[in-house]
């Protein structure tokens, strides 16, 4: 199984914080989980919301956002192995009732861009994209 995240991570800057042991405020703003079992490949859509603040950092505050795979495999091939019941035209598979598994989380920061052709061409990343 796989759980896909967007992300969005707020952190306020250490000079404007009451307490000192202040950490950053992480939102899931979409989410997908998958059951990619006997797949080779599968498709990930994850829909960013319109009125979603683009990435950015300021004295006072920072928005950046990331991508979070939660991947849970089995830690024993044994256990999946299939137990098939045969009827005269049908053939059922039987799942395993318990499964030994581990999790692992793979976080990718991203960089939200503005949306709007005019806010995208004002920030100069067409130059720096080329487009």
């Known amino acids: 199984m796989i759980i896909s995240q967007l992300q969005s991570v707020e ?5 404007y914080c009451k307490s000192s042991s202040t950490s950053p405020f992480v939102t ?8 990619c079992y006997g797949l080779k490949q599968f498709d990930i859509t994850l ?15 920072s928005l950046k956002w990331r991508l979070n795979f939660q991947i849970t495999v089995a830690t024993n091939e044994k256990e999946l192995t ?18 030994t598994t581990k999790t692992f989380t793979w976080t990718n920061s991203i960089r939200l861009v503005p ?8 920030s100069g990343i067409c130059k720096s994209l080329e487009l």
């Open 82 to 99: 299939r137990s098939f019941v045969d009827n005269f035209e049908d053939t059922v598979w039987t799942a395993p009732k318990n499964v």
């Open 11 to 15: 952190c306020v800057s250490a000079d």
């Open 47 to 61: 829909p960013i919301p319109f009125h979603s603040t683009p990435s950015f950092v300021s004295d006072l505050c």
């Open 28 to 35: 899931v703003v979409a989410q997908q989980q998958d059951l």
């Open 115 to 122: 949306n709007h052709l005019r806010q995208f061409s004002s």
